[in-house]
Every structure is written in structure tokens, then in C-alpha cells.
């Protein structure tokens, strides 16, 4: 049987501002395949997948679906023609209902108009399938958590009843019980012969998911292969271009866990409640818990975005009244957002000035560091520009972290809210990111690291809170198991 | 003649450049200027040209105490201002001798659209005796007088006309051709054969101003001088400065003509910045302007579109409303000021601001000066 | 070699590049018209004249750059000039302490502008219409329709005179002089702290806020900033060509266009002080040329409106080409 | 029971107790004074100034929740006057062709700011100033003031009255309730909520931008050409002059008075019919009420100012995210 392939893209070339970012790149995807794009940030695995969305256009190279040669210039062409694609930025208007965002630009009518409801309904049995219960078609995306906005975008998706389904990182946002509603939707997908293409920076959902893997790095084709035929090690070599060690780095020697620098004691505002917490100097905390479970909102209270209403903060001993982010920053805290481009960077801007927007926008920082000590720490962060008048908005995701991190450091602080630091970014970033973590505690910051990534937190953090609804569910060990802290995060348990 | 004939009327049809300019509205209001008004020197505001008397018996009203409402365009200029400053005091003698019992006005900011509402207001209210209109516009007012006629209220038109001659009576100076004319034979006479004049004018598209520009025109066609050209400026110091210094770059400048006196000042300072010698220049009845005149001594003349006419449309509604006779078409007195009379104009006027008008007529009534100095 | 390359395609290429392009261009022009344009004196006379509206270029940047727009300028000049003729009512004596009133009514109209804009959460558009609106009508209630009083000459000295008889050049007018000053100022402040942090707000509020910048006090600020710039111009203006009842109308949406038209971008985050002032020489350039060309004056606007929109699509085009769509964020920071 | 836009309900309910609030102060205040707001010729007065800001505000609505703005439009009306008025001619048999023509030449005008807007972006405040421009050169330039006449027929169009609501208001709430349609039940009008929420969303999920906007500002110059027919009927004749009384900026104020965000996405033409009558009731207050004109200016900046303000307020508090521990938080302080 000579089946067509679903896709097949040969010699595609693409550059930005005269920068290759895609070199002769060749692709084929088979029906009913999974097939999973691989490479480290800024290898050009969204740009490729936006060519084919009809986003961008390519330079040069050519694009078949099911043996049909194509050329997009627009993405409802690449809709019309079976391409379906969940993007790897939120593709979602706030102001628009569940339902209205997943049928945007393909509304269903009614003798000329739009009928709402066979939208809505069709959109309930979307989520169904799904496997979703707990989320209303005529919701305001706006006011979903980041989880449920990923669902609202896979159901876009796959509401088109594509041959071809790209999927850019999917579950970058997703806890553990949704990404496995969604492994069983893609299983179902394969069944019924649609292709996948994914992308994905996770090696576990590479290796449990996928038929075949490509691999790009610095936009060029390394190798496509099936999953079978390779072992994670490998594949990290072959994406990386060097072997990456151990997973998590050593806790470095000469870290010493010493005086408490963060206590929360009786904590609590609108959405979490009852936090009581403590990180020492050189003390990595871990934040666990799923999605909703208020991890964040712990973050933004202690940094002053929704302070606690209840209870004391105290920083090194000192109680401190923290009701805006200012207060925060002059008594010595760090907040990492979970969200870089929205809450992070001022991407219209250079690397210097997003380095030094701390330090700019607080005096007393300011007076406590020299300016010119960024470019050190931006280099001992291994930054990747083409210098620091580059505008962020051009750097690769994993670069990005690193300026905002930079930016923090600069200010020196005590304490360091990290949340998600390492989302959306590649092996390579991500090993660093662990580094810098670990360096962090051990120059003697208090760290609290909040992170989706169950392996993280275990594999990071020296104690481990884990929270579920708003509330601290229970507390463990570094190096405690998936299942104790899922034990607690589900409610399963509490002590 | 009536306003029906203004030539507004037929220049609708027209297409060409000199679409503002008709030949006989020109050779009628430069011959008025030489005609001399019926009645009181000392009153020029009720002095009338050549009037035609008509009967308005119909609307005579017993017992005073009348309702007149005013629909005014703007007081966006300080012509408007000054003549609405004269108007208000008018108005209150009038009401001191019972005459006028209540005085409405609506102000339309130079909206047409705005100000046939106002008209429409007054009408549907059915509560004024009397309406006086001063247009915003002249062709676009036309059906809303209409309508103020026909529903039986003497109406009063002032300033720019309508093309209806349905109101009971139409007041205006000579008008734009004379006033224009005034300037232009006075550059002409006033300056050698090839001498080079620069026309400054604040709007395109305006009856009244273009009218100004079409006799001069049309006199300056007949001349030796040369127009350097002629510049929109929007009445605003600044750019009227700004022109007048470009154009001294470029050479000299013997001779300005303006549409209204806005900002002449201004460009005789840019004679003065750039060293040069002072141009003939015809301005208008400003008090800047004829400060400025007498200060520097030079050669100059005021043409003027006589403020004082702000008085005569309230003293024709209570004329009306007593049943006497007006003018069908109230053609006022318009005269400029020369060399000869500036002292006495400037003495007059001591106490006024800057941009108050030389014959506003106002000097007889009771609130004089301080309404008009402490506005 | 590589400089070179870079400053060519700043010039030519980015955004805001594409005045200095224009200016050239416009420039050009002027010359093959009327070389004596360049001699000393007509070029000082059409720096003196260009001066009220680089200054307020300058002061416009500010609030655009931070995401804002401030459409309450021109009647703030006018009032400014309308306030000042009738305080001082030629007296020569009262001209310090009328510029004093002055520079307090010019800075707390910026505040207010500001304060409504930031704390009430009123977009800027109609903050500072509505702020046009009033002073439009305050100042001639206060005034009775239309300016009284008269201006000093102390008052009138820096917009009307200058340094004399300097060789070849004749006079340096005081504006020319004002307007370098207020320039260097406005690309000097936009290299400090306070600078960088106005960028960073007109680009992303919310990372700005967390970042612990005072958002709203920057902005403010360059209201405030704009309000002062208004201040200037106004005494230049009326200065310049003493007080009419138009000083100042329309001004807002010409300084809006220079700004625009010096690859500033609307919103916020983009651009630098010295295109934005350049946009405001290009446009007084622009009305030079037409009257050197001698072009019908009804037609001049249908002239300048195709070459503002020309220039601002040039630019946009040059900004977009590499890249289409530039990464997007879900900020909610907007310019407002 | 159907369901208004997306989170607009608030919003609308709100501006539409603004408006019953400017209506009892205005109508207190004149009461006061010794008159009646709500008296016939008052109310027709009212109704009468909703007509022409009307149409103007409810195209510029639909531009503004696309997130372009067009300032234009008081030159395309003032165009759109004279080429009724010159097609007319007098003759009632032209008026087929004069109204087709006028909104071809509005609807061409719109096509061109949408063009610049969308393919060569240029900011809509530049472009839309730009093209404003242009038309002021060719006005200024063509027509030297007013030219054309209307037929007494079509002069009823400004000036007739069912009962005591004028027949051109009752057109500009039949194209309000038109529009209102179009936004809520057509793809091309829902669409415009995505343009404006996110341009590049929109793109992405497959919607022809460029359209969305071309067609916005198409009908945002149709709706200025018909603005341009009352000016024509209600003068008789057409003017160019029109352009000077910066009918957009009004136009722009009833929107945002409206409830529509500046910014695009937000908003619809229910609340901007809202706007409009509280800037045509306040005129009317004014009027009746004698203020001096520039007393006017004032206190209309001063209530656009404090009505957004108002509304700002009760946006930011709508954002806020939903309470977990709220009634917790009551307890506790
Ligand atoms: N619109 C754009 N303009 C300019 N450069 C761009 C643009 N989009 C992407 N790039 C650059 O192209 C390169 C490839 O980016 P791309 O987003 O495809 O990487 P990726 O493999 O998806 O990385 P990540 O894992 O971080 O998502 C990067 O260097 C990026 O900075
Ligand atoms: N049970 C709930 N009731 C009300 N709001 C909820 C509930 N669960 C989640 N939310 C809302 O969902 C959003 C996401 O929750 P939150 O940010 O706390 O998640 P998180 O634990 O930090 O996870 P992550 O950081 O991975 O997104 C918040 O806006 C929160 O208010
Ligand atoms: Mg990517
Ligand atoms: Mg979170």
C-alpha cells in the first residue's frame, strides 16, 4: 500500500532580518504519526511549524499535504487545506467566550448568521471528548487559568477536524492530569489516521508519545529517526551537539543552609490561605502543586502584586508590610514571573536595557550596584545575542529568561521567587538554568522555586511545599517521590 | 434688491475661479460707498443706504415686554466678540425701557448643522417674538429661515445674508466687494507701478472674505502692481508672521493687502525683524493694528466691515414689533479709516484692548467702557 | 566599516531613519528653489520660526513614547500666550513673575493631564481632549471671547530677538538657542534612569510595574514634561508674533505628525527624542518648500497629507520587511 | 433571553444610566432655571442633534473596536454634502443616483484609509489625519465655498418629524439597529471584536484581517456619506465648510462615551447610541439653559472626562480575578 504522506516539506529556507534561521530543512510526517520536532531554543522548530501554518512564508522550498504541492500566505488557507495548529504563544482573545475563541474565523451559521448556540454546543462535545468537564463553552477565556486557556487551544484545534495537527509545546502549561487527557487524545487521533507534529522540549512525553523524532539544530536538519531506534542520552547529544551530564547539577560544596531570610507566617488574601513558610539562606524551597492550586498567587503576594491581606511576612527576621512590588524590591526580593514576554521583558527594548530596568526603576538598588557589573552577569549566564543593544523581542526563549533573571540579579537580592523558570526552554537552557539555581543557593539566597515540572522541584529543591486549593496541603523532603507529593496535590492526602 | 439676489444664489451653479466674483453686486456696492446714507450721522448704525421701507404692521405687538431671541453663529473671532459685547448692551437699554422683556440666544460655534437646530429650537418653542439670526454660513442656512418665516415670527437676518428674501429685514454694511475695494484702490494709489504686493487672507470659502479677494482682484488687475501671491493663514499671528518673513527672503514686499486685520501686526513686525522698510498696508478697524499704524507712522489704511451693526438688528426687532417701517435690505454705512481720522479713532478707543474694533458705535450706551474694556 | 553600515541603515532603513531621509529630501528641494535659503540669516529666521514646534516635538515624545497622547498642547500654547498678554497687560515689570505663573499653570495642567490619565484610568486620547476642550473655553470665559492685555517687550525678547550682528549669520535668534537647549535636554534625559524607565513602561507596563518602576509617576511626569515644553513654545509663539486669538489652534495634530513622522511609534516604547524633534524641523521644512514652490495654498494640505502618509508607510515598511510578524506578547500593557 | 456581547452588558447597562442620570440632572437643573427639559420642542431638539453625530459615531465604532481610529470623516461628510447636493441639482429624479453616488465616493474614501491602514500600515491616527488632509486640499481647492442644490423632497429628510421624533434620527436608529446586527450576528462584525482584541490572534486563527478592516472602515465612510446627506438636506445645499466644525473628534467622544475601548475589541454601537444622546442632551441642557458658550467647552471636557473616568473604574474592578478565599477575607477583617 503506497500511501501519500500527510506532509512532506523539502529544502525550506527562511531568515529574519537577513539571518537564516532555516536552512534547505526537509520534514515528512506520515498519517496517523506522532511526530515530534526537537531542538534547542532558536532552533527554528516554531518557525518551521509557522511556515506551514501559513504565518510566514518560506524563502525557498516546497510543501506537499497528502501529496498535493501547497503555498500558503495566509493561515486560513493552511486551515482550508487541513492544517490545524496550536501555537506556542497564547493564540486566545480575553474578551471572547471558550467557545467563540474555538470557533473564531470558522463560526457556524444559520441562514446568515451566526448561530451561538450550535457553537456552544459544538464546543461542549469538543471538550467532552476531550475528556474536559470543568470548563463552560461560554466562559470568558479571559478569566480561565493558564491550564484551561491550553485546553481552550488544543479544542481549537481540533474542532477543525484537520489531517494535520501541529502542536508547539502543548503542554508547557499543563499539569501531569491534563497532559494525560492529552496523551489519550492524540492516542485517539493516531487511530483515526491524523498526523501530528509536535513540538516539545519535555524527553519523557518525546519517548512515551512519539513515532519519530526530528532534530534540528541552528535551523538545519540533524536527523529524523524513529523513536525506537534512539535513546534519550543520544538524542540530548545529537540536539545539544555535546553530552549533558547528570540531569540535575551537585549541590555545590561550600552551600551552606543558614538563617531564615523569608517566613510567612498565617498568609493568606482572596485566593490562597493559611501559608505558613520559611526559606533559609541557601535553601532551595520547592513550590508544588497543580495547576490553580495557588502557587503563583503565593508568588505574587509575597512580591506585593496581591499581598496576603493575613498574616506577617518577615525578611531576615524583620517584619515587613509588602503591598506593592516596589516595597518588595527594596526589601531584597526577586520575582522570576511565570509569564517572560507579558510580565518580564519590555521586548521592544535591548538586552541592556531590560538587564538594568531594575536597577533603573529603584534608586536604592541602584545605589547598591554598579550598572556595569550586568554585562558580567550576563556573560556568566551565557547569554546568546548578537550584542545588548539586540531588541529582546529577537532572542530565543531560553535567552530570554536568562535577561530577566540578569535583571534580577543585578539588584542583588536576598530572596528569589523563581516561578517556572525553566518553561518553554530547551535541555541545553534548561541544564543552566539548574546551575544558576543551585549557584544562587549557594552564594546564600533564599530560593522558592515553583515549577510544573514535578522532576524539577523534586530533583532541585532541598525541601519540597506542596499545595493544594489555595492551601498547604504538606511538606517534604528533597528527593521525595511523584507519588507522595501528587499524595498531597490531589488532596489525597494532608497532614 | 434682497437677499435673494445676493450672488450666492446663481454662484452655486458656477465653477470657475472668480466663481465669487458677480459684476453687478461689485459695481452696486462700490457705488454705494459713494451714496449718502439716509439719517443721523451720529447713529450710523441706523443710518440705512438707499432703503427700501416696508411695511410690518403684522407684526406689531401691544404692551412691550417682548421675547427676542437670537441665533447667533459664534463669538469665535474678536469681531463676534466685540459686536456681541455691543449687541448685550443694546439689549439692556432696551429692557431698562421696557421694550424688550426677555432676550434668548443660542450660540452654534460655527456649526450650520448646530445652528439650524438653534433655529429650530427657537421656532418649536414658539416662545420668541422676535428672531434674530446671525448665519453661520450663507447658502446652508437658507431652508431653516425659511422656516423661521414661515412660522410667522418677524425674522432678522444680520452680517452674512441667506438666499430667501423672506426675512423682514436683511442688515449689512455695503459688504465684502467694497471693503475689499477700499484696500486694494488705496495699495494701488499708494504704491509705484510695479511694485510688489502680498495678499494675506485667513480662509478659503468664506462669502464675506472671498468677496473681499475677488474686488481686489479684480482692481489689482487693472493696476501695474504685481501680486507675489496670496496666502491662507488662519488669522494666526505666528504663521501670518512666518509667511510674511518667507516672502522678505525672497525680496521685497512693498505693499499688503489683508482680508481682515487679524494679525496685521504681526506682519509689519516681520518688516521690522528683517530690517526692512515698512509696507503699505491695509489692515482693518483693530486697535493693534491702528495702534501700530500710528506708532510707526506709516502708510496705511483700516478698511472696516462696520461692528457697529451688532446694534441695528435689536433695535429693528422692537422697530418691528412697534409696527414701524425698516429697510427691507438695511444696507449700513461702511467706511474705512484713513490717515485722517485715525487720532480721533484712537482717542475714541483709549481706554479698549488690543483687539477691540475702532467703530463698534457702542460709545453712547451706559455700560460704556467698562463692558467692553473688562469683559 | 561595520559602523558605517549601521549608521546608513539607521538612516535609511529603520523607522527612524526614514525623517532623516525626508529631511534631506525636503532640504533638496528647498535649495534647487532657492539656494540663498541657506545663506545665514534666512536659515536663522527658519530655525526661529521651526523653534515652537521642535520644542514641543520634544515634549510630545515624552507622552508618546510612554504610551500616550497629549492633544491638549495647542491649547495650552494659546492659553499660555492668551494668560500671559492679559497678566502682564504691557507692563514691563510683571514679566518674571507672569513667566512664573506661567511655568506653574503649564506644569499643573500637565499634572492633571497626567493624573487623570494614570490614576482615573482614562485613556489619554480623551484625557487630554477634554483638557483641550476646557482651556479652549476657560481661557476665553476668563478673557470675555477674546484676548486682552498686550505682552511686554522682556516678554517678547526670546521669541523675537536674538544675539546680533554675529558675522555672515547675522543674528542667532534666542530661540534657536532655546530650542538646542530643551533639545539636548530631551535626548539627555532620555539617557538617564528616568529615560530608560519611560521607554520601558510605554513598551510593557506590566513588566515595567514589576520591575518596581513607578509607572504612573513616569508617566505623569511626561505629561508634566509636555505640559513645560508647552510653556516654552508658548512664550516663543508669543514672542514671536505677540497675541491673536488663533495662537495655537491645530498645533496638536501637527506635533502629533512631526512626531509620528520622526518614527516614533503611537503606543508607545519606540523611537528617539532627536527623530521626533527632526520630524518637526521636516515639517516646517515641508511648508517652507511649498511656499518656495509657490504651490496653491488650498492645495498644500492634499500635498502635505500625501507625503505624511508616504513617509509613515515608507517607514513602516522598512520596519516590518525583515520579520514579518514580530514575536507577540499577551502585555497587557497598552498605550492608552 | 439572548445573551449581549461578550461582557458588554455591564458596560452598556451602565452608560445607559448615565444617560438617565444626565437626563434627571439636566432636567432638574433647567426645571430650576424655570423651564422643562422634556418638553416636545426640547425633546425634539434632542433627538434632532442625536442625528448627525449619530451617524458619524456609529461607523467610527465599528473602526474603533478594530483598533483604527478615522479622523476623516468630517471631510467625507462635507465631500459627501457637496456631491449630493451637485448630483441633485434640484431635481428630485436625481436622487437615486446622488445617494448612490455619495455612498460610492464615502464608501471609495473608506476603502482608501483601509487600504493605507491595512496594507501599509500607517498608524490610522496619521493615515486617517493624512487623508483628512488630502480632502481638505481638494475642497478647499475645487469648491470655494457652498455648490449644488436639494430638492424640497429630499430637504424633508432634515426637516420632517414623525410626531415629534425627526425623520432622520429615526434613520439613524434604524442604521444603529443595522449595525448593531451586523456586529453581533455576521462573521465579518464578529470578527471585528478579534481585530481589535489581537490583530496577529485573528490572523493566526485564520480570519483575513485586511477584509475585517477594509470592510470596517468602508462602512465607518459610508456612514460619514450619510452624514453628508442630512448636512445636504438640512442646508439645501452642499458645504465644504463642514469640515471645520471637527465632527470626528465628536464623533470620537460619543464612542468612548459609549463604552467602546479606544483600543479596539470592546464596546458596540448600542452604547455609542448612548454617547451620542448624553453629548446631544447636554447641548440641549446648555441651550435651554442659556450657558454661555464657552462656559460650553468646559463643562462638556469636564463630564467626557469624569463619564470615562467613571467607567474606567468599573472596568478595572471587572478584571479582578475571582475570589477562592473570599468570604474568608470578610471574616477575617
Ligand atoms: N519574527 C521574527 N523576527 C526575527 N527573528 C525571529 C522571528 N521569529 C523567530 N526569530 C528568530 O528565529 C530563530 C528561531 O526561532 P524559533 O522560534 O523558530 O525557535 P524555536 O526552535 O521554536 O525555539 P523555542 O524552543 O525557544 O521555542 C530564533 O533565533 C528567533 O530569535
Ligand atoms: N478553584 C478555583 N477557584 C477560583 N479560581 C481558581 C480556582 N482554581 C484556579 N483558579 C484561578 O486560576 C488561575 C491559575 O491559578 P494559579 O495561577 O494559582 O495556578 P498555579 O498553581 O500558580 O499554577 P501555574 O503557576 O502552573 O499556573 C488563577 O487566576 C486562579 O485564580
Ligand atoms: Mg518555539
Ligand atoms: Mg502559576
Same mark, same amino acid.
Given at each position: ?89 497564547f493564540?486566545l482573545l480575553p474578551e471572547l467566550t471558550v467557545?467563540e475563541n ?34 463552560s463553552?461560554t466562559a470568558k477565556v479571559g478569566s480561565l487559568s493558564v491550564?484551561h486557556q ?117 498568609g493568606g488574601n482572596d485566593y490562597v490561605d ?18 490553580g492550586?495557588g502557587?503563583t498567587e503565593i508568588a505574587e503576594a509575597v512580591f506585593g502584586i496581591t499581598p496576603f491581606t493575613r498574616g ?9 508590610r509588602i503591598s506593592r512590588p516596589r516595597k518588595a524590591i527594596a526589601?531584597?526580593?526577586?520575582l522570576?514571573t511565570e509569564d517572560?514576554k507579558a510580565q518580564g521583558?519590555a ?10 530596568l531594575?536597577?533603573?526603576a529603584n ?107 489555595g ?25 | ?375 | ?58 515634549g510630545q515624545?515624552f507622552v508618546i513614547v510612554s504610551g500616550n497622547f497629549d492633544l491638549s498642547v495647542g491649547a495650552l500654547?494659546?492659553a499660555?500666550?492668551? #494668560? $500671559?498678554?492679559? %497678566? @502682564?497687560? !504691557? ?6 513673575? &507672569? ?5 506653574a499653570f503649564g506644569l499643573a495642567v500637565g499634572l492633571v493631564n497626567g493624573l487623570i490619565t494614570t490614576v482615573l484610568k482614562v485613556q489619554s486620547f480623551i484625557t487630554t481632549l477634554g483638557m483641550l476642550l476646557v482651556l479652549y473655553g476657560a481661557?476665553?470665559l ?52 528616568f529615560?530608560?524607565v519611560l521607554l520601558a513602561s510605554g513598551d510593557n507596563e506590566l513588566a515595567a510595574k514589576l520591575s518596581g518602576a513607578r509607572v504612573d509617576a513616569v508617566r505623569t511626569s511626561a505629561f508634566v514634561l509636555s505640559g513645560l515644553?508647552a510653556? #516654552? $513654545?508658548?512664550? %516663543? @509663539?508669543? !514672542? ?6 488663533? &495662537?495655537?489652534?491645530?498645533?496638536e495634530?501637527?506635533?502629533i ?8 511609534v503611537l503606543g508607545g516604547g ?58 507577540k506578547s499577551t502585555a497587557t500593557a497598552t498605550p492608552s | 433571553m439572548k445573551r449581549l456581547n461578550p461582557g458588554n452588558f455591564g458596560t452598556t447597562a451602565l452608560i445607559y444610566l448615565a444617560l438617565a442620570a444626565v437626563l434627571a440632572v439636566g432636567g432638574i437643573a433647567v426645571?430650576m432655571?424655570?423651564?422643562?427639559l ?8 434632542m433627538?434632532?442633534r442625536t442625528?448627525?453625530t449619530g451617524?458619524l459615531a456609529i461607523g467610527m465604532t465599528l473602526v474603533i473596536l478594530c483598533r483604527s481610529l478615522d479622523l ?51 498608524n490610522p491616527f ?50 444603529a439597529?443595522?449595525a448593531i446586527?451586523?456586529l453581533r450576528?455576521?462573521?465579518?462584525g464578529h470578527?471585528m471584536y478579534a481585530v481589535g482584541g489581537d490583530v496577529?490572534v485573528a ?13 470596517a472602515?468602508?462602512?465607518c ?25 471637527l465632527y470626528e473628534l465628536d464623533a470620537i467622544a460619543a464612542v468612548v462615551l459609549g463604552g467602546t475601548l479606544l483600543l479596539g475589541g470592546k464596546g458596540g454601537v448600542a452604547g455609542t447610541v448612548a454617547g451620542v444622546a448624553i453629548l446631544a442632551v447636554l447641548d440641549t441642557v446648555f441651550?435651554?439653559m442659556?450657558i454661555?458658550?464657552f462656559a460650553k467647552d468646559v463643562l462638556r471636557g469636564a463630564v467626557i472626562i469624569a463619564a470615562v473616568a467613571l467607567y474606567a473604574r468599573r472596568q478595572l474592578d471587572r478584571t479582578a480575578r475571582r475570589p477562592r478565599f473570599a468570604a474568608l477575607e470578610g471574616r477575617a477583617s
Open positions: 500500500m503506497t500511501t501519500q504522506p500527510a506532509l512532506s516539506m523539502r529544502g525550506i529556507d527562511k531568515a529574519f532580518l537577513g539571518v537564516p534561521v532555516l536552512s534547505s530543512v526537509d520534514l515528512t510526517v506520515e498519517p496517523g504519526e506522532v511526530h515530534v520536532l526537537v531542538g534547542e531554543n532558536g532552533a527554528g522548530k516554531s518557525t518551521l511549524m509557522k511556515i506551514l501554518a501559513g504565518v510566514h512564508s518560506a524563502d525557498a522550498g516546497t510543501i506537499e499535504l497528502g501529496g498535493r504541492a501547497v503555498s500558503f500566505t495566509h493561515p486560513a488557507q493552511a486551515q482550508n487545506a487541513g492544517v490545524a495548529s496550536v501555537f506556542q504563544e493564540n467557545a474555538v470557533h473564531l474565523g470558522r463560526e457556524p451559521r444559520r441562514r446568515g448568521r451566526i448561530d451561538r448556540r450550535a457553537m456552544n454546543d459544538a464546543t461542549a462535545t469538543g471538550l467532552a471528548d476531550l475528556g474536559v468537564d470543568d470548563l463553552p491550564a491550553q485546553i481552550t487551544e488544543i479544542a481549537k484545534a481540533l474542532s477543525q477536524g484537520a489531517d494535520l495537527i501541529c502542536m508547539d509545546e502543548p503542554t508547557a502549561a499543563l499539569a501531569d492530569a491534563e497532559v494525560a487527557l492529552l496523551y489519550r487524545l492524540i492516542e485517539r487521533l493516531r487511530e483515526r489516521g491524523v498526523a501530528v507534529l509536535y513540538v516539545s522540549h519535555r524527553l519523557r512525553e518525546i519517548f512515551d508519545l512519539c513515532d519519530r523524532i526530528t532534530i534540528l539544530k541552528d535551523g538545519r536538519l540533524v536527523e529524523s529517526v524513529a523513536t525506537t531506534a534512539i535513546t534519550p542520552d543520544q538524542l540530548v547529544t545529537k540536539m545539544v551537539g555535546r553530552r549533558i551530564e547528570a540531569q540535575f547539577p551537585p549541590q555545590s560544596p561550600d552551600t551552606a543552609i543558614a538563617e531564615v531570610r523569608l517566613r510567612i507566617d498565617g493559611g501559608i505558613d513558610l520559611e526559606v533559609r539562606a541557601g535553601e532551595i524551597v520547592g513550590l508544588a502543586g497543580l495547576q492550586s502557587r506577617t511576612i518577615a525578611i531576615d527576621g524583620r517584619d515587613v526589601a531584597g526580593i526577586a522570576v517572560r521583558l521586548l521592544r527594548q535591548s538586552v541592556k536595557a531590560n538587564a538594568r531594575v536597577l533603573d534608586a536604592r538598588v541602584h545605589s547598591r550596584q554598579r550598572p556595569t557589573r550586568i554585562r558580567g552577569i550576563l556573560s556568566s549566564l551565557d547569554l546568546v545575542a548578537r550584542g545588548d543593544d539586540q531588541e529582546v523581542q529577537f532572542l530565543s526563549g531560553g535567552n530570554q529568561q536568562k535577561v530577566v533573571v540578569a535583571k534580577w540579579l543585578a539588584a542583588e537580592p536576598g530572596v528569589i521567587v523563581l516561578d517556572e523558570p525553566t518553561r518553554g526552554i530547551d535541555v541545553g537552557a534548561k541544564h543552566k538554568m539548574y546551575s544558576v539555581i543551585r549557584s544562587l543557593a549557594a552564594e546564600g539566597l533564599a530560593v522558592l522555586l515553583i515549577a510544573s515540572e514535578l522532576i524539577e522541584v523534586i530533583g532541585l529543591a532541598d525541601r519540597i511545599v506542596v499545595l493544594h486549593d492551601r498547604i496541603a504538606g511538606e517534604l523532603p528533597g528527593g521525595a517521590t511523584e507519588q507522595e507529593v501528587m499524595a498531597y496535590a490531589t488532596g489525597r492526602r494532608s497532614s | 434688491d434682497t437677499p435673494a439676489e445676493t450672488p450666492e444664489a446663481d454662484a452655486s451653479t458656477e465653477k470657475s475661479g472668480d466663481e465669487w466674483f458677480v459684476q453687478a453686486e461689485y459695481d452696486e456696492q462700490l457705488a454705494q460707498r459713494d451714496i449718502a446714507p439716509e439719517g443721523d450721522p451720529n447713529t450710523p448704525w441706523l443710518q440705512a443706504i438707499e432703503p427700501e421701507w416696508v411695511d410690518t404692521t403684522e407684526f406689531k405687538r401691544d404692551g412691550g415686554g417682548a421675547t427676542v431671541c437670537f441665533s447667533n453663529a459664534s463669538v469665535s473671532n474678536p469681531w463676534r466678540v466685540t459686536g456681541w459685547i455691543t449687541m448685550q448692551e443694546q439689549v439692556a437699554v432696551l429692557k431698562e425701557a421696557g421694550e424688550i422683556g426677555e432676550f434668548r440666544s443660542s450660540d452654534a460655534g460655527d456649526d450650520d448643522d448646530q445652528q439650524i437646530s438653534d433655529i429650530q429650537a427657537f421656532v418649536d418653542s414658539g416662545e420668541c417674538d422676535a428672531l434674530i439670526i446671525s448665519p453661520s454660513t450663507t447658502a446652508t442656512l437658507t431652508p431653516a429661515v425659511e422656516t423661521a418665516c414661515a412660522s410667522g415670527i418677524p425674522v432678522i437676518v444680520f452680517d452674512r445674508g441667506v438666499n430667501t428674501d423672506c426675512a423682514t429685514t436683511f442688515i449689512h454694511p455695503i459688504g465684502g466687494y467694497a471693503y475689499g475695494a477700499d484696500a486694494a484702490e488705496f495699495l494701488v494709489e499708494n504704491l509705484e507701478p510695479g511694485s510688489k504686493v502680498l495678499a494675506l487672507r485667513i480662509l478659503p470659502g468664506v462669502d464675506v472674505l472671498e468677496h473681499r479677494w475677488a474686488a481686489a482682484q479684480e482692481i489689482f488687475g487693472d493696476s501695474e502692481l504685481e501680486i507675489l501671491g496670496n496666502e491662507f493663514t488662519g488669522g494666526d499671528a505666528a504663521e501670518i508672521k512666518n509667511i510674511v518673513t518667507q516672502y522678505l527672503q525672497r525680496g521685497d514686499v512693498d505693499g499688503i493687502w489683508m482680508d481682515a486685520g487679524d494679525g496685521a501686526v504681526a506682519a509689519i513686525e516681520a518688516f521690522e525683524d528683517a530690517g526692512k522698510p515698512y509696507p503699505v498696508m491695509a489692515g482693518e478697524d483693530e486697535l493693534s493694528f491702528l495702534r501700530k499704524w500710528e506708532e510707526t507712522g506709516m502708510t496705511a489704511i483700516a478698511p472696516v466691515y462696520s461692528n457697529f451693526q451688532w446694534r441695528t438688528p435689536v433695535l429693528a426687532a422692537t422697530m418691528i414689533l412697534k409696527g414701524e417701517q425698516v429697510p427691507s435690505e438695511w444696507v449700513l454705512p461702511q467706511e474705512p479709516i484713513t490717515d485722517a481720522d485715525l487720532a480721533d479713532y484712537l482717542e475714541r478707543n483709549a481706554d479698549m484692548p488690543s483687539l477691540h474694533y475702532a467703530k463698534f458705535g457702542g460709545e453712547d450706551l451706559p455700560g460704556f467702557p467698562d463692558a467692553w474694556r473688562d469683559r | 566599516m561595520t559602523r558605517v553600515r549601521r549608521l546608513g541603515a539607521a538612516l535609511l532603513g529603520g523607522g527612524t531613519g526614514t525623517v532623516f531621509l525626508l529631511l534631506v529630501l525636503i532640504f533638496a528641494g528647498i535649495l534647487a528653489m532657492n539656494p540663498a535659503f541657506f545663506e545665514g540669516p534666512s536659515l536663522m529666521a527658519f530655525l526661529k520660526q521651526a523653534a515652537p514646534l521642535v520644542i514641543l516635538a520634544a515624545y500654547v494659546g499660555q500666550v492668551v #494668560i $500671559a498678554a492679559r %497678566l @502682564i497687560d !504691557g507692563e514691563e515689570s510683571r514679566t518674571l513673575p &507672569v513667566l512664573l505663573v506661567m511655568l481661557i476665553r476668563w478673557t470675555g471671547g477674546a484676548p486682552t492685555g498686550s505682552l511686554s517687550e522682556a516678554f517678547r525678547t526670546p521669541g523675537r530677538l536674538g544675539i546680533e550682528n554675529v558675522p555672515l549669520i547675522g543674528q542667532i535668534p534666542w530661540a534657536l538657542l532655546i530650542m538646542l537647549a530643551v533639545g539636548a535636554g530631551a535626548i539627555l534625559l532620555m539617557r538617564t534612569r529615560g530608560r515644553s510653556t #516654552i $513654545a508658548g512664550i %516663543l @509663539i508669543g !514672542g514671536f508674533a505677540g497675541v491673536s486669538a488663533q &495662537v495655537g489652534e491645530g498645533l495634530f501637527t506635533v505628525t512631526a512626531v509620528v513622522l520622526g518614527g516614533v519606540r523611537g528617539t527624542a532627536l527623530a521626533a524633534m527632526a520630524g518637526a524641523l521636516a515639517i516646517e521644512a515641508l511648508f517652507t518648500l511649498f511656499n518656495q514652490m509657490a504651490l496653491p495654498a488650498t492645495l498644500r494640505p492634499t500635498v502635505q497629507g500625501v507625503i505624511i502618509i508616504a513617509a509613515v508607510a515608507y517607514a513602516a515598511r522598512q520596519r516590518s520587511r525583515p520579520g514579518a510578524a514580530a514575536p | 426645571a432655571d424655570g423651564g422643562n422634556f418638553a416636545t420642542a426640547n425633546l425634539v431638539d433627538l434632532t442625528s448627525l451617524f476623516s470623516v468630517g471631510y467625507v461628510a462635507a465631500l459627501s454634502s457637496l456631491v449630493a447636493a451637485t448630483t441633485m441639482d434640484g431635481r428630485a429624479a436625481n436622487l437615486p443616483l446622488a445617494v448612490g453616488l455619495v455612498l460610492l465616493v464615502s464608501g471609495l474614501i473608506g476603502a482608501a484609509n483601509g487600504a493605507i491602514v491595512a496594507f501599509l500600515k500607517v496619521i493615515a486617517t489625519l493624512g487623508t483628512g488632509l488630502i480632502l481638505k486640499g481638494y475642497l478647499d481647492t475645487e469648491y470655494k465655498g457652498p455648490a449644488g442644490d436639494v430638492p424640497a423632497v429630499f430637504q424633508q429628510f432634515g426637516y420632517t418629524r414623525i410626531a415629534f421624533i425627526p425623520v432622520s434620527a429615526i434613520v439613524m436608529l434604524a442604521v439597529a443595522a446586527w451586523f450576528s455576521t462573521r465579518t470578527h496577529d490572523r493566526m486563527s485564520g480570519i483575513r484581517t485586511t477584509r475585517v478592516l477594509l470592510t472602515h468602508v462602512l465612510g459610508m456612514c460619514a456619506g450619510l452624514a453628508g446627506l442630512l448636512l445636504a438636506a438640512r442646508f439645501g445645499t452642499g458645504s465644504a465648510e463642514a469640515y471645520t466644525n441651550n435651554v442659556q454661555d458658550p
